[in-house]
């Protein structure tokens, strides 16, 4: 839950509030680590739009499986040093599409080491082919065939490290390659075996229950509907062989914990860190993709983290993000979601903030919503969700860094990017409505600021927008109710009172508990807003609640509230109510 303060138990007999909120936080921590549980690393898959794949004449068609025969017999024709091993290998890549005749090319002997000949050879043509090959046999979903890809990592590191490779960045350029091969035979170099080892540092992986008077950490990982989006984003032809590297990469990191424990000590960090300069727009962009598939693995907390921050890739991953905008949203979309892993494994968070992530984000934040009234690059709305996830995140985590960020245009341009993707991407409101309730719930000047601008109308008119949403702006509400009498008049001069009537008719006890939150502190502060609210009808509508137990005891506290006429006798009704909300 995403309360305001903490609450002790409840004087007398019966269940504590405390206790039934104690339950909706573990409900809540349980539905948060399900879904970080869910599929949602990816692999992708890069591949040309030409015309004569495989030999076909262009349609949209997947190969049929291929008898072993046949596929034995792409294999020989691939090794063997004949004018058509091009053509084979063509062949092969485009067959390899399928998963049953991946499944039985993994299983011929060599098959494997040949296709890591053909890459790490001299021939420009042939080196392209193979990696394509690899590229197709790490998207595999048989863990089978992933897992027969396992001697390619050190190939693939090394051809990054630029230890014995001048990158190709363009499908067709010609490398230069110290590696010996005849027109018949296959000479396998040796392979990358020296890196930098994983170091453990004292932390938990798991997600920390919310608590009432804290802000909320998101610890989602990238959500399927924005994946699938930028997932599209990324189809495009002619994938650079560096580029192909990458995902092939990125793709076994998926697969398993036994293949990152593979890649660690065989220096992947670092030879990420030596590619993160790169000034090619798509080799950083699959860099992104490897990086946060890493930092998305349960391990990575305690044996990635540490390697990624003894590394330059933080600093430059921070710079990319805030110059997405002028060099491309690609490869900064990527790396705020690296950044927002970062920071949700609760290890980070010093670094980040003393190299300015904070006030570096706002930033970009405001430059986004600047951006927003004229012609906003495509998916834009895909590097605003993980920044707002890392700017509330690192205020949920470190309390007294809204003091670097004390910018009231910071609340216009989260209003101005709700306005913007409301109808289009719902679910950047609740990003956007998380950031504002973790601005609110220690800092008076966010919540004056929310009044001084008269953004209050703007924020009642999201309460009916989604159950998610409905809450949110409850709970920051009650963050400027908390502030004191002066902060609960202007709310009350506010349409609040009517808004919240429908609210309550909701059957959504998360919902109308919040809403009982809020109505306690606006009567306990401003008594003559009890009186308006009975002479709306608000005590029906808590009527309706005596029944259900999470809620009837803070609903007769309320009832005894409004019940009094203005005066003294309302201050002592409140205070003797305040045990049902404390």
């Known amino acids: ?64 499986p291929l008898s072993e025969d046949e596929v034995l017999q792409l294999l020989r024709g691939v090794q063997r040093g004949s004018e058509d091993r091009k053509s084979s290998l063509g062949r092969l890549r485009w067959a390899l599409q399928n998963k049953e005749t991946q499944q039985k090319f993994v299983r011929l002997d060599g098959s494997i080491r040949t296709l890591i000949g053909l890459f790490t050879s001299s021939l420009a043509d042939m080196q392209m082919e193979a990696a394509r090959c690899l ?45 010996l091969i005849s027109d018949r035979e296959i000479l396998l170099p040796q392979p990358r075996t020296q890196g930098f080892a994983p170091f453990a540092m004292g932390c938990s992986s798991s997600a920390p229950s919310s608590v009432w008077g804290s802000r909320d950490c998101r610890l989602w990982q990238l959500d399927s509907i924005i994946r699938d989006a930028w997932g599209g984003l990324l189809m495009r032809a002619g994938p650079g062989q560096e580029e192909l590297c990458l995902y092939t990469l990125g793709n076994l990191v998926v697969e398993s914990e036994a293949v990152r424990k593979q890649l660690l000590p065989q220096g992947i960090i670092p030879v990420l860190a030596s590619c993160i300069q790169s000034p090619h ?15 998305q693995a349960k391990e990575a907390p305690t044996e990635i983290v540490p390697l990624v921050l003894d590394s330059v890739l933080p600093q430059h991953m921070l710079r990319l993000v805030c110059s997405g905008l002028k060099a491309g949203t690609g490869a900064a979309v990527e790396f705020a979601w690296c950044l927002h892993y970062i920071v949700c494994s609760h290890t980070a968070n010093a670094v980040l903030l003393s190299l300015g992530a904070l006030p570096a984000l706002t930033s970009l934040l405001l430059d ?7 012609d906003a690059p495509e998916g834009l709305e895909l590097l605003v969700c993980p920044v707002l996830r890392c700017l509330s995140n690192l205020l949920a985590e470190e309390t007294g860094c809204e003091g670097q960020i004390q910018d009231e245009r910071l609340l216009i341009a989260l209003f101005l990017i709700l306005q913007t993707f409301f109808q289009q991407h719902p679910f950047i409101v609740q990003e956007c409505l998380w950031l504002l309730n ?29 159950q998610m949403a409905g809450v949110l702006v409850l709970t920051v509400l009650c963050n400027v109710a908390e502030k004191g009498p002066a902060y609960c008049q ?6 609040a009172l009517p808004l919240l009537l ?37 005590h029906r509508a808590l009527e309706q609640h005596q029944s259900t137990p999470e809620l009837q005891e803070r609903v007769r506290a309320l009832l005894d509230m409004v019940g009094q006429p203005l005066g003294a006798s309302t201050f002592s009704s409140c205070h003797a109510a305040l045990s049902a909300f404390s």
């Not at 089978?144 to 363009?170: D, I, K, M, Q, R």
């Not at 973790?438 to 989604?466: G, H, I, K, V």
């Open 490 to 495: 202007q709310l009350h001069r506010q349409p």
């Open 368 to 374: 986004m919503a600047s951006e927003i009234p004229q």
């Open 135 to 179: 590229h197709e046999l790490s998207h595999s979903s048989d863990p089978a065939v992933a897992e027969a890809c396992l001697p390619v990592t050190s190939y693939l590191l090394t051809y990054l490290s630029g230890h014995s490779v001048e990158f190709t960045v363009a499908a067709g350029c010609s490398s230069v390659l110290p590696r």
């Open 1 to 64: 839950m995403w309360g305001r303060r903490r609450r002790g138990a409840v004087p007398g007999g019966g269940r504590s509030a405390e206790e039934l909120r104690a339950r909706r936080r573990e409900r809540e921590a349980a539905l948060r680590k399900a879904r970080r549980q869910e599929q949602l690393v990816s692999k992708r898959l890069l591949r040309e739009d030409t015309a004569e794949e495989g030999g076909q004449d262009g349609a949209e068609s997947m190969p049929g």
């Open 502 to 538: 429908p609210a309550l008719a909701l059957p959504d006890p998360e919902v109308v508990g919040q809403c009982l939150e809020l109505l306690h502190l606006l009567f306990l502060h401003c008594p003559e807003a009890a009186a308006d609210f009975v002479r709306q009808g608000g």
């Open 438 to 466: 973790n601005l609110t719930a220690d800092e008076p000047f966010f919540c004056s600021a929310l009044l001084s601008l008269d953004l209050l109308p703007a924020l009642l008119q999201l309460l009916p927008c989604s």
């Open 281 to 295: 727009e798509a080799v950083l962009e699959g860099l992104g993709y490897v990086l946060s598939q890493l930092l």
